[in-house]
Nanobody
Framework: QVQLVESGGELVQAGGSLRLSCVVF????????MGWFRQAPGKEREFVAS????????YYSDPVRGRFTVSRDNAKNTLHLQMNSLKPEDTAVYYC?????????????????WGQGTQVTVSS
């Protein structure tokens, strides 16, 4: 059974940076397309970024494109999200996810398997 464990969320000032990580257990990580999503208080969960089995294949939502970078380390079964130039509107619980979809389709065809989430808070 696949298990996803996120880490790296914390309180940061606007303009700062954070790096989130997601370790994958129970499956060959290199076989998986992976994604990051977030959910702010009172809002629906939204797509942030995804990466295919080929790490060149990356996709981003418009609000984060140019500021966030998704990457993968297959040797460590770990997905990363580098977040720069953070804004208060980036405040949310961030989830990694996989399963049943592709990196390209992940924004509309949601994954089946989710982590527990990690809280990112950006102060103004």
């Amino acid at each position: 059974q696949v298990q996803l464990v996120e880490s790296g969320g914390e309180l940061v000032q606007a303009g700062g940076s954070l790096r989130l990580s997601c370790v994958v257990f129970g499956r060959t990580f290199s076989d998986l397309s992976m994604g990051w999503f977030r959910q702010a208080p009172g809002k629906e969960r939204e797509f942030v970024a995804s990466i295919g089995r080929d790490p060149i294949a990356t996709y981003y939502s418009d609000p984060v494109r140019g500021r966030f970078t998704v990457s993968r380390d297959n040797a460590k079964n770990t997905l990363h999200l580098q977040m720069n130039s953070l804004k208060p509107e980036d405040t949310a619980v961030y989830y990694c996810a996989t399963g049943g979809t592709t990196a390209q389709a992940m924004a509309v065809l949601l994954p089946r398997i989710w982590g527990q989430g990690t809280q990112v808070t950006v102060s103004s």
